[in-house]
């Protein structure tokens, strides 16, 4: 073990920190789902650590499909994402987290993607886009290949809307290709599985690592990024030929 790091030295704690988790499984609760199971393997962790953690699976709430705010004023009679959005907003980590169905992440969670896309647009109060200050991570499971394509798609659609992206913030396990066991059955090997725990530990202590630190730092510096202020034709020190 390096000099630098002992077992003696003392864990930091994230006490203040609030994650969410988005279960973006095919199953609706009280189905066993595996990416559940590999869910709290990062939650137990972050809660050992001081943060406070929500859970939820998406096909358990009538969230609409769309792109805007709240689908109810577009046609739909009941849109459960303004209430699930509520949840995302008090959270300084959001990990989402589904299965790999095709090569490719579940419909749940592109819908997911898309709601949180549908709300991109509005402001935090110092006039930068909404997920600003927020860290994201992700969690695929599957006995397929594609938890890397998975994962890709994940974290460039969080980066793009806002969210900082610690460093490996992606953790997964798939087993045998092909018709096989999944994550929690019997004999899969992936609760045991060296690979899958270690990315996950990472994954978690990077996540909280970074939503501690733009908490300290009161979130991402404003200057020039602010949408408000673009659209008031300020362009900070961007030659804009538009508003010479």
């Known amino acids: 073990m390096p000099a630098h790091e002992t077992v003696t030295d003392p864990a ?3 006490d203040g920190l609030r994650a969410l988790f988005v279960n973006c499984t095919l199953k609706p609760s009280p189905q066993l789902s595996h990416t559940e199971g590999l869910i709290e393997r990062s939650v137990s962790l ?3 650590a001081g943060v406070t953690v929500d859970t939820l699976r998406a096909i358990d709430h009538d969230i609409a499909t769309g792109v805007h705010p709240d689908m109810t004023e577009h046609g739909w ?10 949840q995302v907003l008090a959270a300084d980590i959001l990990v989402l987290a589904g299965p790999i169905w095709l090569g490719d992440n579940s419909s749940v969670m592109k819908r997911v993607v898309e709601r949180l896309y549908g709300c991109s647009h509005l402001l935090n109060d110092r006039g930068q886009y909404a997920y600003y ?3 994201g991570g992700c969690v695929i499971t599957g006995n397929e290949d594609g938890a890397k394509h998975c994962a890709m798609n994940v974290l460039y659609s969080l980066q793009h ?3 900082t992206i610690p460093p490996q913030a992606d953790a997964g396990w798939i087993g045998e290709a092909g018709p096989g066991p999944s994550y929690l059955d019997e004999g899969s090997g992936g609760p045991e599985n060296d690979f899958t725990n270690r990315n996950t530990a ?3 202590y990077n996540l909280m690592h970074l939503a501690a630190m733009l908490r300290a730092a009161g979130g991402v510096p404003a200057y020039g990024n602010r949408r408000s202020v673009w659209d008031a034709g300020c362009r900070s020190d961007f030659d804009n030929p538009d508003y010479r």
Request: hydrophobic share 45%; aromatic share 20%; proline share 8%.
């Open 161 to 163: 809307l806002g969210y």
């Open 202 to 204: 990472f994954m978690t």
């Open 46 to 48: 972050m809660r050992s």
């Open 77 to 86: 009679a009941v849109d459960a994402w303004p209430q699930v959005y509520e």
């Open 12 to 14: 930091p704690s994230f």
């Open 133 to 135: 200050g927020r860290v």
